[in-house]
């Protein structure tokens, strides 16, 4: 039998997260002339540093670095590295203390070499970001130039817009991935009985957390259960499958000694608020058309009478 990432326990998974970055007024200030085909460094006024980006304070010394300069487009490659990605490099600007990590572009590794010129290469529309400065090509005739004093500066960009996604392949293992298959596959809900109190743990698990011994047998267990406490959601975050507000519950199974979470449907927050789901509150899983391999499975919980 062939076996896939599924039955081995993998699912492919992305985390995404927008965010807002407050670039500060150094940054800002940096990032904004980047529009204008100027790198704009500040000068620390205690050890007279010149660092890119511009930063408000210093890195060395911690003094206040409240002079702007002009910085030449102009430097020497220090030090590389290539990635998938291209090749990334340490840039000692001219008139610099502190090298800049960038692009090193139109060129490949056997181009380069400690020392060489390079110059900046522009982005053709900027956009307000990093990358309005594609990066550093060699440039063998480049003269040494000198930093100047900024003036005529454009308005700090206050903030920027950004979206982190990480692709990952998470490893449930033999216990998660063995539930997850069988909520796939067969929508079975499956836990693992203790072999000494005899207790059916959901989700499973290797060891029993009140015995300490290695857990034995699968256990079948039904899609209906209990509430064991609750509390309504109103906080709107990144990730939420069920816009609030939405009531979330410690869920026990029928036949199983540990709680499940998950939401219960159906309700307002009202209705939470008015009695129609307590503490012993019956409850029956709701399954939804996907396959995922997940308790997404179970779009939610619902309300069932007791002799049901």
Known sequence: ????????????????????????????????????????????????????????????????SNEFVVVPPTGTLTAWTVTDQGIIGLIALDGTSVPLLHQVITATPSDLQMGMRVKATWAA???????????????????????????????????????????????YGHFYGTLFDGIKNSRRIRGVRCPSCRNVLLPPRPMCEACYVPTGDWIDLPDTGIVQAFSVVHIEFVGQRVPPPYV?????????????????????????????????????????????????????????????
């Open 248 to 308: 979330y519950a410690e869920i026990v199974l029928e036949g199983s000694a540990t709680r499940l979470i998950h939401t219960v449907g159906g309700l307002s927050a009202e209705d939470a608020r008015s009695g129609a789901i307590r503490p012993g509150t019956r409850v029956k899983a709701v399954w939804s058309d996907r396959e995922t391999g997940g308790l997404s499975d179970i779009d939610y919980f619902e309300v069932v009478a007791n002799n049901e």
């Open 125 to 171: 529309e900027p956009v307000g970001a990093v990358m309005d400065l594609l990066g550093f090509a060699p440039a063998p005739d480049a003269p040494v130039a000198n930093v100047e004093p900024a003036s005529d500066l454009a308005s700090p960009i206050e903030q920027l817009n950004y979206r982190m996604e990480l692709d990952y392949e998470h490893a």
């Open 1 to 64: 039998m062939t076996t896939t990432p599924e039955t081995m326990g993998f699912k492919n998974v992305q985390i995404a997260m927008p965010y807002t970055l407050t670039a500060g007024h150094a940054v800002g200030t940096f990032l904004a002339e980047l529009a204008h085909q100027r790198i704009i460094g500040a000068r620390c006024a205690k050890c007279d540093t010149v660092r890119v980006p511009a930063q408000d304070f210093c890195g060395d010394c911690g003094g206040e």
